[in-house]
């Protein structure tokens, strides 16, 4: 595909998957659960007649979306600002040292 190709689908394609978030965030909630010592099974819809105390945590498709363009944001601009690190220090590639000198500012930006 040329470059004007795949500049109109850019915000499409450079997202993360949402079935991947999802199963990121299911891990945490099942680990989270363990730790605490509750039995939580994580399902994607509760059942009706459950309890609001006995719900699993749950992520509905509108929270899935909002939380991979969070993280494209995040990730975007980690790489903008250790680029803009690397440029001033002469260099062509973006090394670790250079994502370590951003990260904190940028945790506090977030």
Do not use: Y
Not at 43 to 71: G, Q, W
């Amino acid at each position: 595909m040329g470059e004007d190709a795949t500049a109109g689908n850019s915000a499409a394609a450079e997202t993360f998957d949402p079935e991947l978030i999802h199963a990121i965030f299911k891990l945490v909630w099942r680990r989270r659960a363990e730790k605490g010592g509750g039995n939580e099974v994580i399902d994607v819809e509760p059942a009706p007649e459950t309890s609001r105390r006995n719900r699993s945590t749950t992520a509905n498709a509108s929270a899935l979306k909002v939380s991979c363009e969070l993280l494209r944001i995040f990730v975007t601009e980690a790489i903008q600002r250790s680029a803009f690190i690397a440029e001033a220090e002469d260099g062509t590639v973006i090394e670790p040292t250079h994502l370590e000198r951003v990260l904190p500012q940028l945790l506090l930006d977030f």
